[in-house]
C-alpha cells in the first residue's frame, strides 16, 4: 500500500483502527508502524477526525431551545393514515361532525320527498294539469273540424 | 411495561398519544441536531424534526418493524434535510459571539468558536450527500454499513462520498488541519 492509498483507505475508514476492515487492519497497523511518512499520514487523519467529531456548546444550547418548541408544537396531531386492510373501520369512523348541516338538509329533502310520494301530493297536480290539457284539446277541435260533406247548402 | 422504541410505536399505531410523546421527548433532540449539521440552521432543523415526527404519527398504523425505528427515523430526518431545498445558512446572535474578552480563557473560547465557524462553512458547502456522509459518520458515529442503510446506497458509495468529503474539505480549510496538532 503506497502513501496515496494508504490516505484514501483514511478518507474512507477513518483513523480509529476499530472501524477499519478486520481484513485489512493487520496491514495497515504494521504499515504505520514500520513507516515515518504513513505515521504522518496516520497522524494527520487522526487530527482531522477529531476536528470533525468535536462540538460546541454553542450549538448544544440551541438546539435546547428548537427541542422545546418543537416538543410544544407537537400537541395538535393531525388524524393518522390507516393501512388498507383496515378500510372499513376507517368507513365506519368517518368524522361526519364538520359537515352535519348539509347532513341535515340532505335527510330533510330526502324525508319530504318520501312523503310527497306516498301521500300523492304529486298526483292530484298530475290529473289536474290532464284536464286542462284536454279541454284545451276539444276548443282547438272545434276550431278547426272542418264540416260535414252533407251535399245541403246553407 | 415494555417501553422500547418499538412497544411505543405499536402503542402509537392505536392512537396512544401519551406513547407518541414519550417517543418525541426520547428521539427529537438527537433529530433536531443531526438536522441541524446537516442544513447548517436551527430554524430548518426544528422544521424538519417537526415534520419528521408528525409523519412518525401518521404513518405510525403503517409502520413495520422491519429496521430499528431509530434507524428509521434518522432516514426519514436525512430525506427531509436532502429534500429541503438549500438556503443560505443563517448565523444567530449567540452563534456570531460577544464583545471581545481579553482574559486568557475567553481568547481560547474565541479561537474554538472560530475553528468551529469555519469548519461549519465548510461543511456546510459540501455537496449534500457528501455532508449527509461526513455528518452521519463523524457527528453521529455511524458505520459506513449504517450510513449506507441511511443514505439508501451501497457500502462502496459511501467510502466515495467520505473520500471526497474529506477532500473538499482538506482544500477549504488548507493548512487549519495541521494547527489543530
Not at chain 1, 35 to 57: I, K, S, V, Y
Not at chain 2, 13 to 34: E, I, N, S
Not at chain 2, 120 to 135: C, F, S, T
Request: aromatic share 6%; hydrophobic share 45%; proline share 5%.
Amino acid at each position: 500500500m503506497n502513501n496515496e492509498e494508504l490516505q484514501t483507505f483514511l478518507d474512507s475508514h477513518g483513523a480509529d483502527p476499530a472501524r477499519w476492515p478486520g481484513s485489512q487492519r493487520a496491514a495497515v497497523e504494521n504499515l504505520v508502524a514500520s513507516r515515518a511518512e504513513a505515521r504522518a499520514l496516520f497522524e494527520q487523519a487522526r487530527r482531522f477526525d477529531a476536528l470533525l467529531t468535536g462540538t460546541t456548546t454553542h450549538a448544544a444550547d440551541d438546539d435546547d431551545a428548537a427541542t422545546a418548541r418543537v416538543l410544544a408544537r407537537l400537541t395538535a396531531l393531525p388524524p393518522q393514515k390507516k393501512p388498507l386492510w383496515q378500510w372499513p373501520s376507517v368507513l365506519l369512523d368517518w368524522q361526519f361532525a364538520p359537515a352535519w348541516p348539509r347532513m341535515a338538509a340532505l335527510a330533510c329533502c330526502a324525508a319530504v320527498g318520501f312523503v310527497v310520494g306516498i301521500a300523492g301530493v304529486d298526483r292530484t297536480l298530475e290529473r289536474y294539469e290532464t284536464s286542462q290539457m284536454m279541454m284545451a284539446q276539444t276548443d282547438i277541435g272545434a276550431i278547426f273540424e272542418p264540416e260535414a260533406l252533407t251535399g245541403a247548402r246553407p | 411495561m415494555d417501553d422500547t422504541d418499538e412497544a411505543l410505536m405499536a402503542r402509537v399505531a392505536r392512537g396512544d398519544q401519551p406513547a407518541f410523546r414519550v417517543l418525541a421527548r426520547r428521539h427529537v433532540p438527537a433529530m433536531v441536531g443531526l438536522a441541524r449539521r446537516i442544513l447548517g440552521n436551527t430554524a430548518d432543523a426544528e422544521d424538519v424534526a417537526q415534520e419528521a415526527m408528525l409523519r412518525v404519527w401518521t404513518h405510525a398504523p403503517r409502520w413495520q418493524p422491519v429496521a430499528a425505528f431509530r434507524t428509521w427515523l434518522t432516514r426519514v430526518v436525512v430525506n427531509l434535510c436532502l429534500d429541503r431545498k438549500r438556503r443560505a445558512p443563517w448565523v444567530d446572535l449567540e452563534a456570531a459571539g460577544e464583545i471581545v474578552d481579553r482574559t486568557p480563557g475567553a481568547i481560547e473560547q474565541m479561537e474554538a468558536d472560530e475553528r468551529e465557524r469555519l469548519l461549519q462553512n465548510a461543511i456546510g458547502k459540501l455537496p449534500d450527500r457528501q455532508r449527509a456522509a461526513i455528518v452521519l459518520t463523524y457527528k453521529e458515529g455511524m458505520t459506513n454499513a449504517q450510513v449506507a442503510d441511511i443514505l439508501d446506497t451501497s457500502v462502496s458509495a459511501v467510502e466515495t462520498l467520505l473520500i471526497r468529503g474529506k477532500q473538499n474539505l482538506r482544500r477549504a480549510l488548507g493548512g487549519f488541519i495541521d494547527e489543530e496538532g
